[in-house]
T-cell receptor, first 118, second 111 residues
Framework: GAVVSQHPSRVICKSGTSVKIECRSL??????MFWYRQFPKKSLMLMAT?????????EQGVEKDKFLINHASLTLSTLTVTSAHPEDSSFYIC??????????????FGPGTRLTVL | SQQGEEDPQALSIQEGENATMNCSYK?????LQWYRQNSGRGLVHLIL?????REKHSGRLRVTLDTSKKSSSLLITASRAADTASYFC???????????FGEGTQLTVNP
């Protein structure tokens, strides 16, 4: 099956620093990747849609200068949380649509990255 | 975007019982999907039902879809302790587009 990895799985940083999270599709090419944010015991909120080779599309209310997204290749997208503050502490999850066998509906999710900003 | 709603928010049952979770969504859809999430983990795709389908089965899972009411239900039969997790519905407006998640149901199956 299609596998999506995220790195790191957990990161603790000081307020004001920047953190980069990687999302990789390991055995398929993903032209589109999605970045979600999840607070404890809450649902997933879509932050942005990342398309390979073009600028990401951000959801309303998500600061694009705060959450930098790069999708430089068909297997890698990165999310950089710039000048992180404690309120940015959350669980960040990426997903990728594989398009396997013409199925563009199913998304495969990474295991998530737990960010804690002190 | 507006989240869909799910109920109940939390459900606690005994092993062997059936668990039913409901979901409502707000827009017209191409399909609706159900995902499972174990605590602190990523999501696992369970089942997808298309807008022209009314019911679908996969193992112990049964999903229904009522597009007139913009609602769906997930039934897990003969539950097991290992089914303990959060369950989310997610609607997809067009093929390959973004998913809009419901609030989720936390299911606890007691051994």
């Amino acid at each position: 099956g299609a596998v999506v990895s995220q790195h790191p799985s957990r990161v603790i940083c000081k307020s004001g620093t920047s953190v980069k999270i990687e999302c990789r599709s390991l055995d398929f090419q993903a032209t589109t990747m999605f970045w979600y944010r999840q607070f404890p015991k809450k649902s997933l909120m879509l932050m942005a849609t990342s398309n390979e080779g073009s600028k990401a599309t951000y959801e309303q209310g998500v600061e694009k200068d705060k959450f930098l997204i790069n999708h430089a290749s068909l297997t890698l997208s990165t999310l950089t949380v710039t000048s992180a503050h404690p309120e940015d502490s959350s669980f960040y999850i990426c997903s990728a649509g594989s398009g396997l066998a013409g199925n563009y509906n199913e998304q495969f999710f990474g295991p998530g990255t737990r960010l804690t900003v002190l | 975007s507006q989240q869909g709603e799910e109920d109940p928010q939390a459900l606690s049952i005994q092993e062997g019982e059936n668990a039913t979770m409901n979901c409502s969504y707000k827009t017209s859809i191409n399909n609706l999907q159900w995902y499972r999430q174990n605590s602190g983990r990523g999501l696992v795709h369970l089942i997808l039902i298309r807008s022209n389908e009314r019911e679908k089965h996969s193992g112990r899972l049964r999903v229904t879809l009522d597009t007139s009411k913009k609602s769906s239900s997930l039934l897990i039969t003969a539950s097991r302790a290992a089914d303990t997790a959060s369950y989310f519905c997610a609607s997809q407006e067009t093929s390959g587009s973004r998913l809009t998640f419901g609030e989720g149901t936390q299911l606890t199956v007691n051994p």
